[in-house]
């Protein structure tokens, strides 16, 4: 079964400290693992995707194939980063472009 | 360059009603998606269209039908709504099928059915 796991639907922390919002993912065949990020009142928008090695905004997440997983860090929380984070997968190989989402996890970042 | 825009933001329906939802892609983008999300979980892909045709769908039952245009704005249509259709509804447009570019998502629609 193709599935996006985030195991925590809230996370809460002090400002300064460290953030690892966890994936785990379930898929039979290539994917391509995504973090999108919806901050209060806006729209859902991509963070980061793997493929990119990039950081974004200070956040990094690096593909584990052998743990499955894709998880989302930061070394030091701000107060700016507070909002839902979805993790998401698609078809490395298929057009329909589909992609799967975990139930999300919300950041709470506290001053 | 315009994002992506739906309408309208907010409708109430009554159960067994249809309802029409509309997106306007990005400036540029060919490929567009719709998802679902329910309250507390994440979008769930209903199907996508390219060209004015559907190519690749989701698990949603065949009332919930789509069509794109030749400007590549695009409608879903819900039919005989039922109470479990309330959700808020995004739609997402893409420059291409089968690249790896990004998905460009609207503020959604959010649909209660009474």
């Known amino acids: 079964a193709q599935r996006v796991t985030q195991p925590e639907k809230l996370l809460s922390v002090f400002k300064g400290a460290p953030v690892e919002l966890k994936c785990n993912y379930s898929y039979s065949g290539s994917p391509e693992l995504f973090w999108y990020v919806q901050y209060s009142r806006q729209r859902l928008q991509l963070l980061l995707r793997?493929?990119s090695r990039e950081s974004i905004k200070g956040f990094t997440a690096d593909l584990n194939k052998g743990e499955t997983s894709f998880h989302l860090k930061k070394p030091f929380a701000q107060e700016e980063d507070s909002a839902m984070y979805y993790c998401?997968?698609?078809?490395?190989?298929?057009?329909?472009?589909?992609?799967?989402f975990g139930q999300g996890t919300t950041l709470q970042v506290k001053p | 360059e315009t994002g992506v825009t739906q309408s309208p933001t907010h409708l109430i329906k009554t159960r067994g009603q249809q309802v029409t939802l509309r997106c306007s892609s990005q400036?540029?983008?060919?490929?567009v998606s719709w998802y679902q999300q329910a309250l507390g979980q994440g979008p769930q892909f209903i199907f996508q269209?390219?060209?004015?045709?559907?190519?690749g769908r989701g698990n949603f039952p065949p009332r919930f039908s789509g069509l794109q245009f030749p400007n590549y704005s695009s409608e879903l249509n819900v039919n005989a709504l039922e109470l479990d259709d309330s959700a808020l509804y995004l739609c997402?447009?893409?420059?291409?099928?089968?690249?790896?570019?990004?998905?460009?998502f609207g503020q959604g629609t959010r649909l209660t059915v009474v």
């Open positions: 793997h493929i």
């Open positions: 997402a447009s893409r420059k291409d099928i089968g690249g790896k570019d990004e998905a460009f």
């Open positions: 998401a997968l698609r078809s490395a190989s298929s057009n329909t472009g589909k992609l799967i």
């Open positions: 269209y390219y060209r004015e045709e559907e190519n």
């Open positions: 400036s540029g983008h060919n490929t």
